[in-house]
Every structure is written in C-alpha cells, then in structure tokens.
T-cell receptor, first 113, second 109 residues
Framework: ETGVTQTPRHLVMGMTNKKSLKCEQH?????MYWYKQSAKKPLELMFV???????ENNSVPSRFSPECPNSSHLFLHLHTLQPEDSALYLC????????????FGEGSRLTVL | GQNIDQPTEMTATEGAIVQINCTYQ??????LFWYQQHAGEAPTFLSY????GLEEKGRFSSFLSRSKGYSYLLLKELQMKDSASYLC??????????FGAGTTVTVRA
C-alpha cells in the first residue's frame, strides 16, 4: 500500500475510444502529478497540480486532458489516442515545502490498438 | 534543460556490492533522489541528497558531489529482492523532478 491508488491497473482501448484514468492519494499532500513511463526511457512529467491549480503542462498533446477536482483526486481523460501513447501512466503526490519526495501509485498500463 | 545519465544494466552476485553511478547537467540544483522500482510496481523512495557527502541507510548509501554533477547509489550485501530498476532524479530550479532512464540491476545466486 503506497498511499496513492490508481485505477484501472490495465486498460486497452481503440484509437476512437474515450476513457479516464483515476488517481487518489490518502497522504494529505498538496501536489499531484501525472508521469508517462515508456520502456527504456526516463519518466516524462506530463502535468502538475499544486493546491488544485494546474502549474505545469509539459507540451502534452490535447488528447490528454487532466482534471483535479480536489487535493486528493486526479484524473487523466484520454481521447483519440495513438498507438505510441501506449505506456505506463504513473500518478504521484508530494507535500510542497518539505523535501518534496514523490509518492507514486502503481500505475495504469495503457495499450492503444 | 535536464540531462541525467546512468548505466542501463548491471549484474552482480548475491552478497556482493554494486555501485550505480549517475551524472547530471541540470538547470539549477535543489536535491537528488534515488528511487527503486520492481517490475510492475510503483517507484519507491530510497534516498535524498542535497549537500555533498554520503548518506547511509542500512545496506543502501548515496553519495553526492555537486561540483562534479555526480552521484552514486551503493547497494551492499546484495539480496535477490534487490533485483529492480534504480532511478536517479534531480530537482532543478523549478523544484520539479527530472528522471534518468533507470538502471536495471540483476542479482544472481
């Protein structure tokens, strides 16, 4: 139990589907993140929310749309994805003002057909 | 921009010592982190260095030299459960973490 829960753990979708990834943190943190992890590549930061306000959007295509309704929940809405978007999507949280270490969820493995 | 380099793979024998090096060139420096990630699991925090020197935590130690842009993670008395990917991450001037591609360590009996 990492304190950060992601659902679903596995998702297969076609290029025309719409789906969402969900993340919930039980640590009382004030910042949440989406990272993309592809094989043999560094973790790529996609979005950062601090105090429920989006503070980072790393040139991510508009087919990825984040939503942070409160400090404990984070969503990643997916629409008309491409096969190259297949990857592990990791959610993380941290407490800004401390050492800033990230606490990760176990990820959602996405396959786009 | 951020550039973080670490070896792709390392293999060692149970009971031995392995040292994973990480070199970085980043826009500003506000700390270096090491994470462990077992296959199919979440990355978990191992260590944090912000000042030069060695930080020891049981069988794991991490070293930092800011002037050289260099860190290493030392794993002692290797156990089979230490087989995992080890991620080096640097926090830049914007306080966001940038990660290396990870080093896969395989421990053999």
């Amino acid at each position: 139990e990492t304190g950060v829960t992601q659902t679903p753990r596995h998702l297969v979708m076609g290029m025309t589907n719409k789906k969402s990834l969900k993340c919930e943190q039980h640590l009382g943190h004030n910042a949440m993140y989406w990272y993309k992890q592809s094989a043999k590549k560094p973790l790529e930061l996609m979005f950062v929310y601090s105090l429920e306000e989006r503070v980072e959007n790393n040139s991510v295509p508009s087919r990825f749309s984040p939503e942070c309704p409160n400090s404990s929940h984070l969503f990643l809405h997916l629409h008309t994805l491409q096969p190259e978007d297949s990857a592990l999507y990791l959610c993380a949280s941290s407490q800004e003002g401390s050492t800033g270490e990230l606490f990760f969820g176990e990820g959602s493995r996405l396959t786009v057909l | 921009g951020q550039n973080i380099d670490q070896p792709t793979e390392m293999t060692a024998t149970e009971g031995a010592i392995v040292q994973i090096n990480c070199t970085y060139q980043t826009s500003g420096f506000n700390g270096l982190f090491w994470y462990q990630q077992h296959a199919g699991e979440a990355p978990t925090f191992l260590s944090y260095n912000v000042l030069d020197g060695l930080e020891e935590k049981g069988r794991f130690s991490s070293f930092l030299s800011r002037s050289k842009g260099y860190s290493y993670l030392l794993l002692k008395e290797l156990q089979m459960k230490d087989s995992a990917s080890y991620l080096c991450a640097v926090r830049g001037y914007d306080y966001k973490l940038s990660f290396g591609a990870g080093t896969t360590v395989t421990v053999r009996a």
